[in-house]
């Protein structure tokens, strides 16, 4: 009962620390997006010159003075900033505003793009493409963390063996990122090759029935999978196995050896258990690589994803959309966050008891 | 101080760091040579490009040294310019103009075509405009007529590759510089062509007054040019390999550079004084984890400007509250306990001399494989960018050959090489890097690294 009470303790101040965090970040982003407010002026001006010039070239307005003319312009402007609330200053007014209705997933209606279906909403627009970045990601970060991890164990077992020194000699290869390799694999296999599509999610056009529909999807996973788990893999295996070897040399371990238990059972009660906060904090971070090479990575292989909306959203400055991707963005890596601390709270004993500071 | 130096002279004991150090050494001879070869004015306008700047060269060439693969001779680019080679005769025609007649010739030796011919021609002749005729002289003596009364101002340029007129009349309707430079592969059964190598001459005739000059310069463009090939737009890709590698040199050692000595600094004070200070440092990591770097960057390339300074700037800053600081954190919390350190605060040292005289040093070997790891992310990071259209627009990078090539479908299109040559580079750029990080990492105290 105390245990879980010091759990709940736990989870409760970080999912608070992280809510701030998000609100802190998502407030920064709204005045980088907005230039600090100067994106507003830019805004105003374009109002301004459309209503004059409506106003002028008007032919009912051909004999009215140009000082009333003038007025007139000023007046239909104000009205018109009133409406869309840019008469008010961006700090703190509407910026806060811009925050609140951000945080709130009231994402609004996009000024340039537009869904598949034709929908303006920016949710609509969103949740389109949000299935297919999870999909993609989802499954190459479970394959890179369970290939990971097995791999390093596989290779503290076998330190100084050949394979060993090959993985160790290949680690230097996660310099590069993921989307370089998928440049290479699309050279290979698609160019090539010709065995594998160059891009996309799937065939085109789309296939009818459901299995022909999964069979072309994962055909099309296929590269970029393999481009993020090459890009991340090695280095990881390195680090890991470094870990667990450091581990594997402590006195208990010896003293379980002595006694004679099996190899999979020190693995698993004295090896990986320890070490398990700090593989969890590692898988954070890899998380957090693969979100931020998503963009490249679905540019590079046409996946229809959140990252390919997002450059368009920002070639085209459409404000809305990329608000509303980033906050995205910025919820997914939060759930992330608070999902590995629970699975941290679970592990870690330290927490459990409400001992130290973690 | 001196156990640095030590630690650093074991580097030689690992191959794997000579290896990588020789490949920094290369890349820095290379910028070095890049710098002084290509003076920075120069390249921005050869990279710019535009009229005048790489006419005479292929577009979508391949390396020259294609040819040890092929075991063919690939063709080459000739340019036959009137003012150097050929014969040249003026025929008086008697009514005060003169019949100039050009003879370019040309050897070819190749086994296969050219992919373009052009023909530029130069005649100081202002009020009216004179007649060009133009016919192709073949290794056996067969004339080929091209262009006959062709009207030029002061400069023409004869696309005769593009002569559709010329492209009627030759056999099987085939390209002007297929035809022209071979025959019909009478083995073949679908009727193929094949080269014929030999000596070919163009010769011209222009009727113009007696005072007036006409000059015109031939270019067969080849299929291979130089060390590196051409892109779509006729640009020698050897610039932009060459000053790609001091940009990416410069902006991966600055950010890496920037932003860790400020990690590094702001762990060691924040450790130090503890307190408010340290858990708002550490909050701010946590801040930086959750900002999605390239999704603000792009924004920035896109609001503010795309300059690599500006980029670098923010990437600086961007990096600062990074992962890195929790691991220094924890590092220099367990230095702060050392008793030498206890000892200074006993006799009361001020904080600046606790902070930068004994505590930064002693971390400063662990800092070292760290600040050469983050290079080569540093280095994918600007090409990232310049991959997704967000490079600076006037400087030639590697990532921005990428860009280019996939812009212009390079790898359908079979141009590997536009997109291998600057993968590669970057490839061995990082490679190096981590080479040497790795070895560093091992030699500085894998223990307190890996915790």
């Known amino acids: 009962m105390k245990s879980l009470l010091a759990v709940g303790r736990y989870l409760i101040v970080r999912t608070l620390m992280v809510g701030i965090t998000l609100v802190v970040g998502c407030y920064l982003i709204v005045i980088i997006m907005n230039m600090g407010g100067k994106l507003d002026d830019v805004r105003r001006a374009e109002i301004r010159s ?21 007025e007139m312009v000023d007046e239909l402007a104000e009205l018109e900033y009133g409406r869309l609330g840019l008469d008010r200053p961006f700090f703190p007014w509407r910026s806060l505003e811009y925050l609140f209705t951000a945080l709130s997933l009231k994402l609004g209606i996009a000024e340039q793009l537009s869904s598949d279906t034709g929908s303006r909403s920016v ?5 389109e493409r949000l299935p297919a970045t999870l999909v993609l990601f989802g499954t190459s970060n479970l394959l890179l963390f369970f290939l990971a991890i097995q791999f390093a164990l596989f290779l503290s077992r076998r330190y100084g063996s050949l394979v060993d020194r090959t993985m160790v000699g290949l680690a230097p290869l996660s310099s590069a990122p993921g989307w370089f390799y998928g440049i290479f694999l699309i050279l290979i296999f698609a160019a090539v090759l010709r065995v594998l599509p160059w891009g996309g999610l799937v065939q085109v056009p789309p296939p009818d029935s459901a299995p022909a529909y999964a069979l072309s999807l994962l055909e099309h996973m296929i590269l970029p999978v393999l481009a993020i788990t090459i890009g991340a893999l090695f280095a990881n295996v390195y680090r890991w196995r470094t870990f667990f070897l450091i581990y594997s040399s402590e006195d208990y371990v010896e003293l379980a050896k002595a006694k004679g238990l099996s190899a999979r059972g020190i693995q698993r009660r004295y090896i990986m258990r320890p ?47 990329i608000l509303g991707t980033l906050v995205i963005y910025g919820y997914l890596l939060a759930g992330t966050l608070l999902l590995l601390e629970f699975i941290y709270a679970l592990v870690d004993p330290r927490v459990r008891v409400g001992g130290g500071k973690v | 101080m001196s156990t640095l130096l030590r630690n650093l002279r074991e580097l030689r004991r690992y191959p794997s760091a000579i290896l990588g150090l020789t490949i920094i050494g290369l890349l820095i001879v290379l910028s070095i040579y890049a710098v002084i070869a290509i003076p920075y004015s120069e390249a921005i306008r050869l990279w710019r490009g535009g009229p005048g700047v790489w ?32 014969a040249r005769t003026r025929e008086p025609l008697g009514d005060g ?52 009364d062709r009207g030029i101002r002061s400069s023409d340029t004869y696309y005769i590759s593009l002569d559709n007129q010329l492209r009627d009349r030759l056999p099987q309707m085939a390209a002007p510089e297929v035809a022209l430079f071979g025959d019909v592969d009478a083995s073949s059964p679908k009727g193929e062509w094949k080269t014929r190598p030999g000596k070919y001459e163009l010769v011209l005739e222009a009727d113009m007054p007696e005072a007036y000059t006409f000059e015109s310069k031939l270019v067969v463009y080849g299929s291979v040019y130089g060390i590196a090939g051409t892109d779509n737009q006729r640009r020698d890709i050897t610039v932009a390999l060459l000053w790609g590698a001091p940009l990416a040199l410069l902006f991966g050692l600055l950010a890496a550079l920037g932003a860790n000595t400020a990690t590094f600094v702001l762990a060691g004070v924040g450790t130090w004084f503890g307190g408010f200070m340290d858990s708002a440092f550490q909050r701010l990591t946590q801040l930086t984890l959750l900002l999605p770097l390239l999704p603000i960057l792009i924004m920035v390339g896109q609001l503010y400007g795309r300059s690599i300074w500006l980029i670098l700037a923010v990437v600086i800053l961007l ?39 004994y505590l930064l040093p002693r971390i400063v070997p662990v800092l070292l494989p760290t600040f050469v790891l983050v290079v080569p992310q540093f280095v994918f990071l600007e090409a990232s960018l310049a991959v997704l259209g967000l490079g600076d627009p006037i400087l030639p990078t590697w990532g921005k050959l990428i860009y280019d090539a996939r812009a212009a479908d390079a790898l359908y299109k079979g141009y590997y090489y536009w997109v291998l040559e600057p993968a590669i580079l970057l490839m061995v750029t990082g490679f190096g890097f981590a080479l040497v990080g790795f070895a560093l990492d091992r030699i500085f105290n894998p223990r307190l690294r890996t915790m």
């Open chain 2, 55 to 86: 006419d005479e060269l292929p577009r979508n060439a391949s390396p020259a040294w294609f040819d040890l693969f092929t075991g063919k001779s690939l063709s080459r680019t000739i340019v036959v310019d009137s003012r150097t080679e050929g």
């Open chain 1, 275 to 321: 070490t398990l906060p700090t593989i969890i904090t590692s898988l954070m971070l890899i998380l957090i690589g693969t979100w931020q090479g998503q963009i490249i990575l679905e540019t590079v292989f046409n996946w229809p994803g959140l990252g390919r909306q997002y450059l368009a959203a920002v070639n085209l400055n459409d404000t809305p959309v």
């Open chain 1, 123 to 127: 949710a609509r627009i969103l949740s």
């Open chain 2, 97 to 148: 103009n003169v019949r100039v007649r050009l003879s370019l010739p040309l050897d070819f030796p190749y086994d296969t075509f050219p992919t373009e011919m052009s023909l530029f021609s130069v005649a100081t002749y202002e009020t009216k405009r004179t007649k060009l005729t133009a016919s192709w002289v073949k290794p056996d003596g067969t004339r080929v007529p091209l262009a006959s």
């Open chain 2, 319 to 357: 990096n600062v509250f990074s992962g890195a600081y929790l691991t220094y954190r924890a590092m220099f919390l367990q230095a702060k306990e050392a008793p030498y350190i206890e000892a200074a605060r006993a006799y009361g040292a001020r904080h600046r001399r606790m902070i930068f005289r």
């Open chain 1, 50 to 70: 459309n209503v004059a010039s409506a106003i002028f070239l008007d032919p009912a307005n051909r004999g009215i003075p140009a000082n009333a003319l003038k």
